[in-house]
Every structure is written in structure tokens, then in C-alpha cells.
């Protein structure tokens, strides 16, 4: 039986030419190294940023913490008191003192901080949710979308500070809001709950703050297929079915990383207490602050140190609540 080889054997374009030496791709060919910067120079501006901006500030913040301030400057040491002062108060140990097994007053300020931060993102998350579905799902145009989204983030453009000192001729006793009540009928005298309250401090931070929970929702909305939602109407699922089924999942790593902005910023909040609460209120940025003013900067730091451990703990729930890597 005759075999015919593949050099001469006819094809759909007729007989194919035996390959030549210099058309064969060579080996080394192949694994010709490509010249470049080496890796080395690429990362470094990035570690070098790292470890100036970063590292370098939280090695200083944690040797600080261990030093004693005295009445004229810092002693370097190794002084673990300033710890204990933050966790135990006078007459801790004392099964007959009033403050015994009693939290000392920067724990407590820690909790009423954490406190506050949750019902802060609570009313950001319900209010910033809806805002962020009806621009990512009801409104159809790209261009209004990218132009009531830019209204949302019109006040992110002014200065913070500015932002929280607007809200005193709105909420004081002859500001824009009880005017308005006063002209309504009403009330027959300005509140006085509305500025340097508990409800003045909430409202200013929530307004503050709701824009961070807008953004990354409406890109998780705005990223979801219109033809998943489809199908599951032709399937018969009601418009309640079809948000708890497929809506709220795939919106869910928005809202986990809108929790994370507005949890880290809130927990380092201090300005909007003093300015719209008064100083009727500490929060650990305050304290951070009053330590500073008097020149303790261990105790100071102490207390940054136990902020940021708090931040840690709290994103890393955050994250174990919703998986975002598993849900992008």
C-alpha cells in the first residue's frame, strides 16, 4: 500500500510545500527575553510610598505610645502605663470603689463612638440604597445618569469644613429650619433640640457622609444584567422575588464597600462634634485632639493605636459578611 506523506499529499489549495529551514520558529525565538525595566524599579516607588507615608507614621505611633510625657517635653522608654490608664480606671481592682470592674471613660468613649458610627451608616445605607437603585435601574439614560449622579456628588466638592458649619443657620434657634416650623403654626417658640443635639450631630453626619454610600451602590446596580431580570419576569417572579433574588446580592459588594468608606471615616470623626454637637459629645477623634492640644502625644497616640484596631476589627466583619471578591 502506497503512503502518501503530508509534503505531497493535495489539500483544498493543492499540494503544500515542504517547509523551509528559515520559516521553521525557533526555540530560542520563542524565549527571547524581552528588555525592560526589572521588577524591581517598578515596584519600588510604591513601596518606597508605602513605607514613608504608611508604614514609617505607625512604627512612630506605636513607639510614641511607650514614651512618658512630662511638664517639658517627651522621655523615651518603655512605659506600658499609658496602656493601662486607657483600659482601667481608679478603683478598678477595688471590690468597694464605685468604678470597680468599670470600664475606664476612653473605652466607653470608644463604644458611644462605635455607637454612633452604626447608626450613621444604618440611615446612610437606607437612604443612600434607594437614591443609588433609581439612578442605576429607573433612570434609562447613560447621560442622565452620569448627570444626576454628578448632582449627588456636588457636595462632596466643597470643603468638609464648610460643609458642617452649614448646618448651624439651619438648625439653630432662629435658623431656615425653625422659621419655617414657626410660620407653619407649628411651634410657638424655636426648638432648641436641633442645634447642639444628638439629632443636629446624626443629620449632619448622615448628609455628610451619605454620598460615600451612593457611589459604589450605583456601580454595583449599574453593573447588573437587564436580561437576568428579564427572564426572571417571563418566569413569573414578582418584582419583590426578583430584588431579594438577584438585586440585592449583586448590589451587596456596593454596599459592603460604601460601609467600609463611611465606617473608617466616622470612626476618625471629630470636627462635626465640636461644630454642630457643641463639645457636648466625645468621640475618639476629639480625644486624639484634646491630648494633642496639651502636648501628651504618648496618650495621644495610645488612643490612635486603639482606633485603629477598631477599624481593623470592624472592616474585617464588614468583609466577612459579604465576600467581595467571591460576589464582583
Do not use: D, Y
Given at each position: 500500500m502506497n503512503q502518501v506523506t503530508s509534503s505531497n499529499h493535495p489539500g483544498l489549495v493543492g499540494v503544500q510545500p515542504e517547509p523551509t529551514e528559515q520559516a521553521l520558529p525557533k526555540a530560542s525565538s520563542r524565549r527571547q527575553h524581552v528588555e525592560g525595566?526589572?521588577?524591581a524599579w517598578l515596584?519600588?516607588?510604591?513601596?518606597?510610598?508605602l513605607l514613608i507615608?504608611?508604614?514609617?507614621?505607625?512604627?512612630?505611633i506605636v513607639v510614641f505610645s511607650l514614651w512618658t510625657s512630662t511638664g517639658y517635653g517627651l522621655e523615651p522608654g518603655f512605659n506600658i502605663g499609658n496602656y493601662g490608664e486607657y483600659f482601667s480606671s481608679e478603683g478598678f481592682f477595688d471590690p468597694e470603689h464605685r468604678n470597680f470592674l468599670k470600664f475606664?471613660?476612653?473605652i466607653r468613649t470608644l463604644g458611644s463612638t462605635f455607637a454612633y458610627t452604626l447608626e450613621v451608616m444604618v440611615?446612610?445605607?437606607?437612604i443612600g440604597y434607594p437614591i443609588a437603585y433609581f439612578l442605576a435601574r429607573r433612570v434609562t439614560s447613560f447621560k442622565w445618569q452620569m448627570a444626576l449622579f454628578l448632582v449627588c456628588m456636588v457636595p462632596f466638592?466643597?470643603?468638609y469644613l464648610i460643609r458642617a458649619v452649614?448646618?448651624?443657620p439651619m438648625l439653630g434657634r432662629r435658623g431656615l429650619l425653625n422659621s419655617f416650623l414657626l410660620s407653619l403654626g407649628l411651634i410657638d417658640k424655636p426648638a432648641s433640640f436641633l442645634l447642639y443635639s444628638e439629632f443636629g450631630y446624626t443629620t449632619a453626619l448622615v448628609q455628610l457622609y451619605v454620598v460615600l454610600s451612593v457611589g459604589p451602590i450605583f456601580f454595583s446596580l449599574a453593573k447588573i444584567d437587564t436580561d437576568i431580570i428579564e427572564a426572571a419576569r417571563d418566569m413569573g417572579a414578582t418584582a419583590f422575588q426578583i430584588f431579594r433574588e438577584i438585586i440585592l446580592p449583586l448590589s451587596l459588594p456596593g454596599v459592603a464597600i460604601g460601609m467600609i468608606f463611611i465606617f473608617v471615616m466616622l470612626m476618625g470623626e471629630f470636627a462635626t462634634a465640636v461644630v454642630v454637637f457643641g463639645g457636648k459629645t466625645s468621640t475618639v477623634g476629639t480625644v486624639i485632639l484634646n491630648y494633642y492640644a496639651i502636648a501628651n502625644y504618648p496618650f495621644a497616640a495610645v488612643n490612635a493605636i486603639m482606633l485603629m484596631l477598631a477599624m481593623m476589627i470592624?472592616?474585617?466583619?464588614?468583609l466577612r459578611l459579604v465576600n467581595i471578591r467571591k460576589e464582583l
Open positions: 525595566f526589572p521588577v515596584v519600588a516607588p510604591s513601596v518606597l510610598w507615608f504608611l508604614v514609617i507614621p505607625l512604627i512612630s475606664s471613660v476612653f440611615l446612610c445605607l437606607l466638592w466643597t470643603s452649614a448646618w448651624m470592624g472592616v474585617v466583619i464588614i
